[in-house]
C-alpha cells in the first residue's frame, strides 16, 4: 500500500474539513488532494514516476505538502533537504540521492544555479518563477485535475530518504520506506491520541523527520487542522491562545526560549493537550518551568531518522517519570547493550539499540555504513542510556559525546542539566577537549544573563557535582550553533581554542 493513502482516505471520509492554515489562506481536505492530483499528473508529464528520486528545497507551507505528497502518490522517493544548505551541500546530498528532479522556491534561487554545473543526475528543476533552460514553472504544472490513484507500492519499497545531521562525518540518506511511514504513523497517533479535533501547530521546519511524522502524518491520517506558523516565541506563544492550538511538538531550544520570553504569562494555554519535545534531551529545570509558569505538561520523546523518528515516548494517560523519555513505543523491540552486544541489567548503561517495523532500511548507497549500523536485524543507535525495571528508557548522552577524562567517564548531559537549574544560565553546552595529561578536559560553553562569570559557575557546579566531573574551563558565548531546528551544535565549538588547561 502506498503511504499517501492515509491522506487520502481521510480526504474521502472528511472533505470539507480544514487540512492546513498558513497565514490567512485555508485549504480543505478535498482541495489539498485535487492539488496533489493535479501535481502528481504534471510531475509525471515531466518524466517523474515511481522510484524517481526528487528532492524539495522548500520552506513551510501548502507548496512543500503538496509537493511531497503528490511525489509519493506516483511512487516516486522523496529526499527532503534542509533549507540552510549552501552550494556544496546541496551538489552533495542530490548527486549522492542520485537525485532526478528538484523542487525549490524562489529563495533558493541563487544557491541552485551555482550548484546547476556540478550536478550529475538532476534533469528537472522545478521552481516558482519561471525557469529558463530546461527548468519549469511549479504552477504550470497544475492544469490536469483529472484523479489519479496512487502508485501501488510493496512495504520495502522506499518512501523517503532522510538526511541525517552529518555529526559523524557527511550526511548519510537514511531509507525509510511506505511501511516504515504507515507503521509509524499509527503508532505514533496511538501514543497522542491524535483526533480529527486537533489543531496541530507546526513551526519546525518540514524537511525533519520530527516534523513531518508529529505535524503531517499522524494529523491527516485522523484529520486534524494542520497550523503553519512560523518560529518566534512571542508569535508562537499568541498563536496557541488565538487559534486554541491543541498540540504543539518542538525542540528543547523552543521551550528554552518560552520561559525566557516576556510576554510568556500574557496568553491562555489551556487549549493545549500536548506540548511535545523531542530531537535532544530537554533539561529537566526547563520541563520544569515550564509546567509551574505555563501550567502545561511537557511530553517527552526519544527517537532519531533511522528509526523513522520514535522510539520511546511519555504517555498522557500515564504518570510521567521525571528524566525519563518514557517505555518503548508498543511493538518495538528496544535493549541496552555493553560494547560487546549483550543485554545489561536495568539501571545499567549502555548503548541503545533496537529492532521493529519502524527500522530504516539503511543507508542509501552506503553497505559499509548500513552494516556498521544494522547488525543481525538491530539498529545500534549511539545513544547511551539505562531503563528501570519499568522499562522506562532515561537518555545519558550520545556515545561519541563522552567525556573521559583521566579514566573517568564523564556524561556532559549530566553537568548541563546542573548549569541549567542555575536561573540566569540561558543555555549550556559541554564538550571535551584534547589535554596533555587527562586525555580530555572538560569545557562548558554557557550564555549567560545579569552579568554572571565564570567564578561563580565554577563554585556553582562544585556544590552540585562531584570533583571529577567538575568543568575546569568555562567559555561564556553571546549564543550556541545550532541546527536549523534548533538543536544545539556541538561541534562548531571545537574551533574556539581554549587557553590553557591548568593541569591539576
Not at 461 to 485: D, G, H, I, Q
Request: overall charge negative.
Amino acid at each position: 500500500m502506498n503511504a499517501v493513502q492515509l491522506l487520502f482516505d481521510t480526504a474521502e471520509r472528511l472533505p470539507h474539513k480544514a487540512a492546513m492554515v498558513d497565514e490567512d489562506h485555508s485549504m480543505t481536505y478535498s482541495e489539498l488532494r485535487d492539488e496533489i492530483w493535479s501535481l502528481a499528473n504534471g510531475l509525471k508529464n515531466q518524466g517523474v514516476h515511481e522510484n524517481t528520486h526528487v528532492s524539495l528545497l522548500l520552506g513551510n507551507g501548502p507548496e512543500y505538502v503538496v509537493s511531497y505528497f503528490a511525489l509519493l502518490t506516483l511512487g516516486a522517493t522523496v529526499v527532503p533537504l534542509n533549507p540552510q544548505y549552501k552550494e556544496k551541500e546541496l551538489t552533495y546530498a542530490l548527486n549522492d540521492s542520485e537525485s532526478y528532479g528538484l523542487i525549490y522556491d524562489h529563495r533558493f534561487e541563487d544557491v541552485v544555479n551555482r550548484a546547476e554545473g556540478d550536478l550529475t543526475s538532476t534533469e528537472l528543476l522545478i521552481g516558482f518563477k519561471g525557469r529558463k533552460n530546461h527548468g519549469c514553472e511549479w504552477t504550470k504544472l497544475l492544469n490536469d485535475h483529472s484523479e489519479m490513484k496512487p502508485v501501488d507500492r510493496k512495504k520495502e519499497d522506499t518512501a523517503q530518504i532522510i538526511y541525517t545531521s552529518g555529526t559523524t562525518g557527511k550526511p548519510k540518506g537514511a531509507m525509510i520506506t511506505h511501511n516504515n511511514i504507515i507503521w509509524m504513523t499509527k503508532a505514533m497517533t496511538d501514543v497522542q491520541g491524535t483526533n480529527e479535533h486537533d489543531r496541530v501547530m507546526v513551526s519546525l521546519p518540514l524537511f525533519h523527520a520530527y516534523a513531518k511524522m508529529a505535524g503531517l502524518w499522524c494529523s491527516y491520517y485522523q484529520g486534524a487542522t494542520v497550523y503553519f506558523v512560523p518560529f518566534h516565541p512571542d508569535t508562537v506563544l499568541e498563536r496557541i491562545e488565538r487559534e486554541k492550538i491543541t498540540i504543539f511538538h518542538g525542540v528543547p531550544t523552543m521551550f528554552t526560549m518560552f520561559i525566557h520570553s516576556a510576554k510568556l504569562k500574557e496568553f491562555d494555554y489551556r487549549s493545549l493537550r500536548i506540548f511535545g519535545s523531542g530531537g535532544a534531551s530537554i533539561p529537566l529545570e526547563v520541563v520544569h518551568r515550564i509546567k509551574r509558569e505555563m501550567d502545561v505538561e511537557i511530553m517527552e520523546g526519544y527517537g532519531q531518522t533511522e528509526a523513522t523518528i520514535m522510539l520511546a515516548s511519555q504517555r498522557m494517560d500515564t504518570d510521567k517519570v521525571p528524566g525519563s523519555v518514557g517505555p518503548p513505543v508498543d511493538g518495538i523491540d528496544l535493549r541496552i547493550v555493553d560494547h560487546q552486544g549483550k543485554e545489561v541489567s536495568p539501571g545499567d548503561v549502555g548503548e541503545i539499540i533496537f529492532c521493529g517495523q519502524n527500522a530504516m532500511k539503511g543507508y542509501y548507497n552506503k553497505p559499509q555504513e548500513t552494516e556498521n549500523t544494522i547488525q543481525n536485524g538491530w539498529v545500534y543507535t549511539g545513544d547511551l542510556g539505562y531503563q528501570d525495571a519499568d522499562k522506562n528508557v532515561y537518555i545519558v548522552d550520545r556515545k561519541k559525546d563522552m567525556i573521559i577524562r583521566g579514566g573517568y567517564n564523564v556524561y556532559p548531559r549530566e553537568i548541563e542539566e546542573v548549569l541549567y537549574t542555575h536561573p540566569d544560565v540561558i543555555e549550556c553546552a559541554v564538550i571535551g577537549e584534547a589535554h596533555e595529561v587527562f586525555g580530555e578536559e572538560i569545557v562548558a560553553y554557557v550564555v549567560v544573563r545579569n552579568d554572571l562569570d565564570e567564578k561563580e559557575l565554577a563554585a556553582y557546579c562544585e556544590r552540585n557535582l562531584a570533583k571529577y566531573k567538575n568543568p575546569r574551563v568555562y567559555r561564556l558565548l553571546e549564543s550556541l550553533p545550532k541546527t536549523v531546528t534548533g538543536k544545539i551544535l556541538k561541534g562548531p565549538l571545537k574551533k574556539y581554542q581554549p587557553a590553557k588547561i591548568k593541569k591539576d
